[in-house]
């Protein structure tokens, strides 16, 4: 519903990420935008919201989780739940040398969105949502290449300090079609 390319019909972009994948046994929504592109898009595109039965975050950076509050807002059910890796609630932020730090998680606290229904199912394991889509849990790092650089801007803010953001939230949805495997 919402990526960072613009100008396609009245449609309107944003840095980020919001899909919508609807099947007959079940509609989930992967992530949902920066701010208010994958409601806005929802309502050209005559998108219900409310058919979402379940919303997957794949990480907890802002530019993919900022639109869940009106996400939620224009779903208007007592209860969504939404699957996420425990480490979605780290805080998360951007830090250069010429500019201040900037926080980059989910930009809302969890007892907001819980008073908008939302119902979080933490897990780091895979979650099936139908007997051929499931969520792959936390994406480990094993390769030489998916190392953490030193001049990498992404920290986690704890008690005593920043660390590395080694993303560890980092997770994608597996579908098994016909045609065969689809990751997003």
Request: hydrophobic share 40%; charged share 25%.
């Amino acid at each position: 519903m919402s990526e960072n390319a613009g100008g396609i019909g009245d449609l309107i972009g944003e840095w980020g990420l919001s899909i919508l994948i609807e099947t007959d046994a079940i509609n989930v929504l992967l992530d949902t935008g920066k701010s208010i592109s994958a409601t806005y898009n929802a309502n050209t595109l005559g998108i219900d919201l409310s058919s979402i039965d379940k919303i997957v975050l794949s990480h907890s950076h802002d530019d993919h989780t900022g639109g869940l509050r009106e996400v939620l807002r224009r779903i208007r059910r007592s209860e969504v739940e939404i699957i996420a890796h425990p480490d979605v609630w780290a805080l998360k932020y951007r830090i250069r040398p010429s500019q201040a730090d900037r926080f980059g998680g989910i930009p809302f606290q969890r007892q907001e969105l819980e008073n908008f229904g939302a119902v979080f199912n933490l897990t780091a394991k895979p979650t099936e949502l139908t007997d051929n889509i499931m969520t792959t849990g936390e994406i480990p790092m094993v390769t030489d290449f998916e190392t953490i650089e030193s001049g990498d801007t992404r920290f986690i803010k704890e008690d005593t300090g920043f660390r590395p953001d080694e993303i560890l939230d980092d997770q994608a949805i597996i579908i098994n079609t016909e045609q065969g495997l689809v990751v997003i």
